[in-house]
């Protein structure tokens, strides 16, 4: 069973700073596998990021993905006050046929 | 645009089984490109995916959870259901249905979510 951990547990950033948000998975992840997504507090999280670095429908170009094997970076390029959320990485496994999801990083205003 | 709604009860008893609906409007279940998962999300904690059912209706689960979870589908009504055994306070949480990509991995679109209680 792949385990994501996802660090920092807390990041605390200003508006047009830039954040960096890591995935590191247990054993090697294929790039296809690994996922992004945003949620905020009392609402559904959101799919930013598929396949490592392709950006969902609709997602500002200011979210990019990176990494490949075990280390995995969502980059949020110049903070919104709407980025500030918990990112959740994710990832699945063909065989045995599991999907798993990190911990979580909660971005906060500093 | 496809949406998925979560429908069942929202108070269970401790040792009873938990059951969820998840009703698709605005896509068929049975389009080959996705499966459909059932996720869930403890009260201040993060997400676990419970398990997936295909276009075909083969199924997988967490392995954890595979002695007590179970997914099926009903084609005619477009939907997909869970079920949860023998359920206990640790099953209380917000329980989302979404769209799972084959070839790819994600989850997209996701139900509003409901939530579960395991109370007696």
């Known amino acids: 069973e792949i385990v994501l951990t996802q660090s920092p547990g807390t990041l605390s950033l200003s508006p047009g700073e830039r954040a960096t948000l890591s995935c590191r998975a247990s054993?090697?992840?294929?790039?296809?596998?690994l996922a992004w997504y945003q949620q905020k507090p009392g609402q559904t999280p959101r799919l930013l990021i598929y396949?490592?670095?392709s950006r969902a429908t609709g997602i500002p170009d200011r979210f990019s993905g990176s990494g490949s094997g075990t280390d995995f970076t969502l980059t949020i390029s110049r903070l919104e006050p709407e980025d500030f959320a918990i990112y959740y990485c994710?990832?699945?496994?063909?065989?045995?046929?599991?999907?798993?999801f990190g911990q979580g990083t909660k971005l906060e205003i500093k | 645009q496809l949406q998925l709604q979560e429908s069942g009860s929202g108070l269970v008893k401790p040792s009873q089984t938990l059951s969820l609906t998840c009703t698709l409007s605005?896509?068929?279940?049975?389009?080959?490109?996705?499966?459909w998962a059932w996720i869930r999300q403890s009260p201040g904690k993060g997400l676990e995916w419970l398990g997936s059912?295909?276009?075909?209706?083969?199924?997988y689960y967490k392995s954890s959870l595979k002695s007590r979870v179970s997914i099926s589908v009903d084609w005619s009504e477009n939907q997909f259901s869970l079920t949860v055994t023998s359920v206990t306070g640790a099953d209380t949480a917000v329980y989302y249905c979404?769209?799972?990509?084959?070839?790819?991995?994600?989850?997209?679109?996701w139900g509003p979510g409901i939530s579960v209680t395991v109370s007696s």
């Open positions: 979404a769209r799972e990509g084959v070839v790819e991995n994600w989850f997209d679109p």
């Open positions: 605005g896509g068929s279940i049975s389009h080959g490109g996705y499966s």
């Open positions: 059912i295909t276009h075909t209706g083969n199924t």
């Open positions: 054993q090697s992840v294929s790039n296809s596998y």
């Open positions: 396949g490592a670095s």
């Open positions: 994710q990832q699945r496994t063909n065989w045995p046929p599991e999907r798993a």
